[in-house]
């Protein structure tokens, strides 16, 4: 008897097994085979959850590479940089450091959401 995974995958035979096909073994109305069909829709989920994971964890770290230049490097290795600008009559590295880069996370905040949602819509994940 052949034993299959939630995933239509052949496993080995269950322990104390003979390998015969007992009827009872089987719930009523499966034989314990898995159809062509339903492998491949299963492949293709996995390829979709793949693609969905990889756009998700791509745009997370563009994302932080974005927060983490304007908050680390414009408010503090730029900052010498910086302070010969001005924005509302102080240094545009003192405003980076003290206040643009949490502007800067909740647009990125804001931009995330809209972003997964196209996402989420793109690979039928919606709500």
């Not at 104390?16 to 719930?27: I, R, T, V």
């Not at 793949?50 to 730029?78: D, H």
Request: hydrophobic residues 40%; proline residues 3%.
């Amino acid at each position: 008897m052949c034993v299959f995974d939630a995933k239509g995958r052949a496993m080995s035979e269950p322990a104390g097994s003979d390998g015969a096909n007992d009827p009872n073994d089987a719930p009523e109305g499966e034989t314990g085979s898995t159809s062509t069909s339903d492998l491949t829709s299963d492949e293709s989920q996995s390829a979709n959850e793949g693609a969905y994971w990889r756009e998700n964890i791509q745009l997370l770290l563009t994302l932080m590479v974005i927060w983490f230049a304007c908050s680390f490097g414009a408010g503090i290795l730029f900052r010498d940089f910086l302070d010969q600008f001005m924005i509302g009559g102080y240094p545009l590295g003192f405003w980076f450091a003290q206040q643009g880069s949490i502007y800067i996370f909740i647009v990125l905040i804001f931009y995330y959401v809209y972003k997964m949602r196209k996402i989420e819509r793109k690979y039928d994940l919606d709500d």
